[in-house]
């Protein structure tokens, strides 16, 4: 599975290239400190990616001559937006101005590791994995390149320092590709010794027992904790998606619906939205899954659960005018032009309804 940097750790590292600027030049510190930059912060906080970069490119043409610190900075951005070309272009610029820089190294071993050329971001990556700000990033860029390469015992190696919340998921995945699947779950439970009910390692652990032990087995066993009322919700949303692989969808949505706390509930409503859609129940669906894009428009299992949903019921109308709704809400979102433009030509193609009388409308 790809490794995903949330906006947290995006928020971290560009606190931290101020850090990055050159020594030679400490005056460039406060010139750098302005106004854009932290407009630049927000925006890539907010996920506005595109006018991240945008702003950057603003600063880049506004200021005298090529800026590390903003070809970077756009470089981030655009790795974030998936421009992967454009963002190795602007950091092998900047690299050219700063070749040390490690916030570049990064941004271009990211752009690399895009662009599927993942023994090119290795050698990037592996530069900079002992950096005190970016060093992090780098080893999970590390791993991900090892794991894409299919380099499994390099990867259980370098794995040997890692700090534990690095070495037990990637050792997990790396045992189970070598097909040692009892030492997987070993690793699972020493994982969970440290720390007791860490739903990712419970949901690999749950995988690799019904690789074991059978689907039903595992399920029977799910089903018991799940009425522990001390456990924590992920024992049920484990049980609940082992009964909709067992055939069983309404006794999963039945669990679904049990389930509480904020978090929880907007990630466990997608589940229950896309088995609704699946399972004949379009109706209940296509509200929720509009709802659920409201609040996350760049969610693409959304939008292609919902898009299948409003054709299978001839709801395509629907769609179009809840694009056009979203649009207004999330003007950034470039992409929901593109989708009420495939929505009109599907709908164009349809033949034309009976009027009354039988007449054509």
Request: a neutral charge; charged letters at 25%; aromatic letters at 6%.
């Amino acid at each position: 599975m790809p490794v995903r940097f949330r906006d947290g750790a995006a928020i971290e590292a560009l606190a931290g290239v101020l850090a990055g600027i050159s020594a030679k030049n400490p005056s460039s510190l406060e010139g750098e400190m302005t106004n854009a930059y932290k407009e630049f912060s927000a925006l890539v906080g907010s996920g506005k990616y595109r006018q991240a970069a945008e702003l950057a490119g603003q600063e880049l043409a506004n200021g005298e001559g090529a800026s590390a610190f903003w070809l970077t900075r756009r470089a981030s951005a655009l790795n974030r937006a998936s421009d992967y070309e454009q963002a190795l272009v602007d950091s092998r610029s900047a690299l050219a101005i700063e070749p040390s820089n490690p916030y570049a190294i990064l941004c271009a071993a990211d752009a690399l590791r895009g662009l599927r050329r993942p023994r090119e971001a290795l050698s990037h990556y592996r530069e900079i994995a002992t950096h005190a700000k970016v060093g992090g990033r780098a080893r999970a860029g590390i791993f991900e390149s090892l794991a894409v390469l299919g380099r499994w015992q390099e990867l259980l190696d370098s794995l040997a320092a890692a700090p534990a919340e690095e070495r037990h998921p990637w050792r997990v995945k790396a045992l189970q590709a070598q097909g040692k699947t009892e030492e997987a779950m070993s690793e699972c439970r020493q994982w969970l010794a440290e720390r007791p009910d860490h739903p990712p390692a419970l949901w690999e652990l749950s995988e690799l027992e019904v690789a074991s032990d059978g689907l039903e087995t595992v399920r029977a066993r799910y089903e018991r904790l799940a009425r522990i009322p001390t456990l924590p919700p992920v024992y049920r949303e484990i049980y609940a998606s082992l009964c909709r692989r067992a055939g069983l969808p309404e006794l999963a949505l039945e669990e679904y619906q049990k389930i509480g706390g904020t978090v929880e509930r907007t990630r466990v409503q997608k589940k229950q939205a896309f088995l609704m859609a699946k399972t004949g129940r379009e109706g209940e669906a296509i509200p929720l899954l509009e709802e659920l894009l409201t609040l996350d428009p760049k969610d693409i299992y959304l939008h292609s659960s919902y898009g299948a949903a409003c054709a299978r019921v001839n709801q395509i109308e629907r769609a179009i005018e809840f694009y056009n709704r979203l649009m207004g809400i999330h003007p950034e979102e470039n992409g929901l032009y593109g989708r009420i433009k495939r929505l009109k030509k599907k709908l164009a193609a349809l033949p034309e309804q009976p009027g009354p009388g039988g007449a054509k409308s």
